[in-house]
C-alpha cells in the first residue's frame, strides 16, 4: 500500500510490515530496491535482534529455537488502519509464535507521513500475566551513495560524538571489542568498514545521525526507545543500514537464560513499551 504526503511517498507491504520504497516527489527511492544481493529493504526485528548462540536460547529450563532477527519479518500482518498518509499494522502472538517465544505480545507498528518526514511508531504490549523478555530493531537499507555522489564522499554526522569503543562480530556473535571509528561526530564511510560485518554501538551517546554523500541529497534518522545501533552493509554492494535496536546479538561467552541477555528489553504484565524511529529526507 502507498502512503503520500507533499513530499513523498511510502509503500509498505504487510508481510513483515516492511517499508519497500521512499520516494521524494522527483521519483527518486531513497531506500535499496531488494536486490538479489540482499533481498530486503527494511525489514522488522522481533522479538530478538541478530543471531543467538546456536540459534537457541533458554528460558525457565526450557530452550527454544528462534533463527537470526526472529519471525516478526516473515510474518502477515492484520492491517488495522490505513489513510491517505498514515498506516498502523498489529501482529498478535499465536500457536506457532508460543512454540518458539514463550510469551503472548501485541506488536504494532503505525507509519505516518508528514512533509518529507516518515514516522515510525513501534508498540509491544505485554498481554500475559508474567514479565516478558525481548529485543526489537529496525533496519532500513538506504541507497550507498545517494544520487550521483561518490561512494567516498559519504559520511554520517552523529547528534553527539561517539568516543567509546564498538562491538564487532565474530562467527555471528558479539565479540571482539575495537576502538571507535568515528571522529569526533563523524564517520567518513568506507566499504573496509564492513569487511568484518556490522558495526554495533552498544553504548551510543546520540539519538539521531545524518547521513549524506555530498551530491545534496541526505537522510536523517532519529530513534526513542532504541538505546543501541548498528550500522551495516555488505561488501560490493550499494546500500548502507542504519538500524537502531534495543538488543543485540548474544555475546560469544553468555551462557544465561533470556532475561538476563545483554540488552534485553523487559515489559511487565499490561505494560507497552514505544520505539519510534523516524525518516527526514534532506
Not at 263 to 272: K, L, Q, T, V, W
Request: net charge negative; charged share 25%.
Amino acid at each position: 500500500m502507498t502512503l503520500s504526503s507533499d513530499s513523498l511517498n511510502a509503500f509498505i507491504s504487510p508481510k513483515g510490515a516492511e517499508l519497500q520504497k521512499l520516494r521524494d516527489q522527483d521519483g527518486v527511492d531513497y531506500l535499496w530496491g531488494g536486490e538479489p544481493s540482499w533481498p530486503k529493504h527494511s525489514p522488522l526485528l522481533f522479538p530478538i535482534v541478530g543471531r543467538l548462540a546456536n540459534d537457541r536460547f533458554d528460558y525457565r529450563g526450557r530452550s527454544y529455537t528462534m533463527s537470526k532477527h526472529g519471525f516478526a519479518r516473515d510474518k502477515m500482518f492484520e492491517i488495522v488502519h490505513v489513510g491517505a498518509s498514515s498506516a498502523r499494522f498489529a501482529l498478535s502472538s499465536d500457536d506457532a509464535t508460543r512454540a518458539v517465544f514463550p510469551f503472548d505480545f501485541l506488536l504494532e507498528v503505525e507509519f505516518t507521513l508528514s512533509g518529507r518526514r516518515l514516522d515510525i511508531r513501534h508498540g509491544v504490549t505485554n498481554l500475559g500475566s508474567e514479565d516478558m523478555y525481548f529485543s526489537i530493531g529496525a533496519h532500513p537499507a538506504f541507497r550507498w551513495p545517494l544520487g550521483d555522489a561518490a561512494k567516498e564522499r559519504s559520511q554520517i554526522r552523529f547528534e553527539h560524538s561517539e568516543p567509546a569503543p564498538v562491538r564487532r562480530l565474530v562467527g555471528g556473535l558479539v565479540g571482539r571489542t575495537e576502538p571507535s571509528p568515528v571522529e569526533g561526530d563523524r564517520l567518513a564511510l568506507r566499504e573496509k568498514l564492513f569487511a568484518d560485518d556490522a558495526i554495533i554501538f552498544d553504548a551510543l551517546e546520540s539519538r539521531s545521525l545524518v547521513y549524506s554523500c555530498g551530491g545534496g541529497r541526505s537522510v536523517e534518522v532519529g530513534w526513542r526507545g532504541f538505546e543501541h545501533l548498528g550500522l551495516w552493509s555488505k561488501p560490493g554492494a550499494d546500500f548502507l543500514c542504519i538500524e537502531p535496536w534495543r538488543g543485540y546479538d548474544s555475546p560469544i561467552d553468555f551462557a544465561g537464560e533470556l532475561d538476563q541477555k545483554p540488552g534485553i528489553a523487559h515489559a511487565r504484565p499490561g505494560e507497552r513499551l514505544d520505539f519510534t524511529l523516524y525518516i527526514r529526507i534532506g
